[in-house]
């Protein structure tokens, strides 16, 4: 994956000067669908158009998301899900007919850059590690076959957790019981294939649990003391830099120094759990605002500085049927009605998109965000995809316990019409949602209500807001 095109652009945080760059990596977004309230994939791919996401990596080859996607100008990465990695690797037919019908019949329309094969496969429950490389190898032979070899790479995403050690980065090492099995069989086709390593990385993680050693600042890519490595003795002032350069001094410790490496998910969940320490809407925005601006305007990590950094951010929306902590569910750029999580202006509004073709500096045209009369205004619903149970308990919470607002939706109040569980359990979060200042996880109620930033069309009924 090579150097390309600059997608995404960002305000500067204090000022609308805009600034330079020399090399500069890319950006793209991973667009998870584990929910059930999410636009028709036409309509995603209007938005991440208009948020000037020129590279968007899919969990599957869905045909209506592929369908939505071709002659975007938006390339993809699609992935071969897990459970069909078995029958990858036993069978060549098999990933011929995969290949043929999920990435040949799309291209070139759709344009396709890398096949994921897996995501996190040694940490799947049902473990599938040991056909991992013989998965990815029949694939590429397939794309050969089909003559997309050189249009179209194979590589398989890993979380951090194949590391032994991160710390010092110089330290970094594979687990053992992985480095002959699997990481040197794929790292060995990765460079065969000029292919770079998939890498799922979490600063968010290691912070959590590490809260009272790691400086939050040098998680978020704020001014921080940073951190020098024993080891080599390289500064480093992010968490992010030092964990990518662990996986770098992995790969080198096992002779594969040489081989590049694409960040395919980081990110900062919204909200949390009370125990999931730093979970928080300032918090991701600072993150996923520092990252960006990172990967825009720097260079590589201190152990190589040349090469650019390639990341997609983790994710595109907040994904509701997600299980696991609520930060799980909290991951999101954008709500499923398609507004901002927060208010980072972390992309550019009416993208212009830049051309890298060379390594001179040039200018990024800075955009001033679309106004609008409800700016930095919002509520709460109801999402009334949830069952009715589920909404008439935390209905009754929110009208009881919550101390929300509930006289206007009495009988004969101004807003029991329309007289629905939905635009009533609506206006109850609201009250309760406003009445804690919108705070962070003050709009969830186990997931029976989102974040809007249109004024709820109820009846007559007004919704009020903060500010
Ligand atoms: C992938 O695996 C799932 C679950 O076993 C199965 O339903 C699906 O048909 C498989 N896809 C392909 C292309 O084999
Ligand atoms: C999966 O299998 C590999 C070896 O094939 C092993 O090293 C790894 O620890 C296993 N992971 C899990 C989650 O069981």
Redesign the pocket.
């Known amino acids: 994956m090579a150097v390309l095109v600059l997608s995404v652009l960002i305000l500067s945080c204090f000022s609308a000067i805009p600034f330079t760059y020399a090399d500069s990596g890319m950006i793209g977004v991973n667009y998870g669908r584990i929910a059930d309230n999410l636009p028709a994939p036409e309509k995603v791919v209007e938005l991440l158009k208009s948020q000037g996401i020129n590279r968007v990596k899919l969990f599957d080859t869905d045909k209506t998301v592929l369908t939505a996607l071709a002659n975007s100008g938006i390339k993809v990465v699609v992935s071969l ?1 897990n ?2 990695l078995t ?1 990858a690797a036993a069978d060549q037919s098999y990933t011929d007919n ?1 290949v043929q019908e999920n990435v040949k019949k799309y291209t070139p329309a759709t344009d396709i850059e890398a096949i994921a094969v897996g995501n996190e496969v040694f940490v799947d429950p049902k473990n599938t590690t040991k056909y991992l490389v013989a998965a990815m190898t029949n694939i590429r032979s397939s794309l050969v076959k089909f003559g997309l070899d050189e249009s179209v790479k194979v590589s398989s995403p890993i979380a951090l957790s194949a590391l032994a050690n991160s710390y010092p980065p110089s330290a970094g090492s594979f687990k053992p019981d992985l480095i002959e099995p699997v990481i040197k069989p794929m790292l060995d086709l990765l460079r065969k294939t000029s292919s770079h390593l998939m890498v799922n990385a979490y600063p968010f993680f290691a912070y959590a649990a590490n809260a009272d050693k790691i400086p939050l600042d040098y998680a978020l890519f704020k001014e921080n003391a940073g951190n020098v490595d024993n080891g080599n003795g390289l500064r480093y002032d992010s968490l992010f830099d030092a964990q990518i350069d662990a996986v770098f001094a992995a790969m080198a410790a096992v002779g594969f120094g040489d081989v590049k490496l694409t960040v395919t998910e980081t990110g900062w969940p919204s909200a949390g759990d009370e125990n999931e320490i730093g979970a928080g809407a300032a918090n991701a925005a600072a993150y996923n605002g520092g990252l960006v601006k990172r990967v825009l305007t720097g260079n590589g990590t201190p152990l190589k500085p040349k090469d650019p950094l390639n990341v997609y951010l983790f994710a595109l929306f907040n994904e509701n049927l997600k299980t696991g902590p609520t930060s799980e569910r909290n991951y999101g750029l954008f709500y499923p009605n398609e507004a901002k999580v927060y208010d980072v202006p972390l992309f550019s509004t009416s993208a212009t998109v830049a051309p890298v073709s060379d390594s001179k500096a040039k200018v990024l045209p800075v955009n001033k965000p679309s106004s609008s009369s409800h700016v930095g205004q919002t509520w709460c619903v109801a999402n009334g995809k949830t069952t009715k149970e589920k909404l008439q308990e935390a209905l009754d919470y929110a009208c009881g316990e919550g101390g929300a607002d509930c006289r206007p939706i009495q009988k004969g109040a101004a807003c029991y019409d329309p007289e629905s569980l939905e635009a009533h359990a609506s206006y109850a979060f609201n009250s309760y949602y406003q009445k804690n200042a919108r705070g962070v996880g003050t709009c969830d109620f186990g997931g029976s209500a989102y974040v809007v930033s249109q004024p709820p069309k109820y009846g007559k009924c007004e919704f009020p807001t903060g500010h």
């Open positions: 899900p459970e069909n029958a995969w």
